[in-house]
């Protein structure tokens, strides 16, 4: 994925705690037109392309 999250206007990081692992947070970016989930911090996404429960509770896209 090669969108630039960047852009405040249209994006919101949203720091959520993770529910396996006490101390560990995801770092959801938000899009604000569509109100999902675009991307995460946790490795699920990052090296799987998996949505995470961080993800899915706010939605995914």
């Given at each position: 994925?090669?969108?630039?999250?960047q852009?405040?206007?249209?994006y919101?990081?949203?720091?959520?705690?993770?529910?396996?692992?006490?101390?560990?947070?995801?770092?959801?970016?938000?899009?604000?037109?569509?109100?999902?989930?675009?991307s995460?911090?946790?490795?699920?996404?990052?090296?799987?392309?998996?949505?995470?429960?961080?993800?899915?509770?706010?939605?995914?896209?």
């Amino acid at each position: 994925m090669s969108e630039n999250f960047q852009d405040s206007d249209k994006y919101e990081t949203i720091t959520i705690e993770s529910k396996v692992r006490e101390g560990v947070f995801h770092k959801v970016i938000k899009d604000l037109e569509s109100g999902k989930a675009v991307s995460c911090s946790c490795k699920c996404w990052s090296k799987g392309g998996k949505a995470c429960a961080a993800m899915r509770s706010i939605g995914v896209e």
